[in-house]
Nanobody, 119 residues
């Protein structure tokens, strides 16, 4: 079993910054990737930023240059620094951990944290 504990999020004005953090615990011996997804009302969940165990990082085009994902392997923690926030960044943000065991991928999700960007 894998547990994900998220922190951060909240209400911020356009142009402001927020930092999200997610700590994974439990049976997490074979982490393939850690990252953040988001889902806005009426829209599908989308990938925001993902970092893999090989060190590669992928950002959604809409957040490139504004968001930074970081992973602390020793603590199985992944953070998302969000700068220059825009109203369109408003969404529930979910931490994701993907395990890869014998070629089989299993995804785990945090409970979600609300990010609201509004004047």
């Amino acid at each position: 079993q894998v547990q994900l504990v998220e922190s951060g999020g909240g209400l911020v004005q356009p142009g402001g910054s927020l930092r999200l953090s997610c700590e994974a615990s439990g049976s997490i011996d074979n982490i393939y990737a850690m990252g953040w997804f988001r889902q806005a009302p009426g829209k599908e969940r989308e990938s925001v930023a993902v970092t893999t165990s090989s060190g590669s990082i992928h950002y959604a085009d809409s957040v490139k240059g504004r968001f930074t994902i970081s992973r602390v392997n020793a603590k199985n923690t992944v953070t998302l620094q969000m700068n220059s926030l825009k109203p369109e960044d408003t969404a529930v943000y979910y931490c994701n951990v993907a395990l890869l065991d014998w070629g089989i991928r299993t995804d785990y999700w945090g409970q979600g944290t609300q990010v609201t960007v509004s004047p």
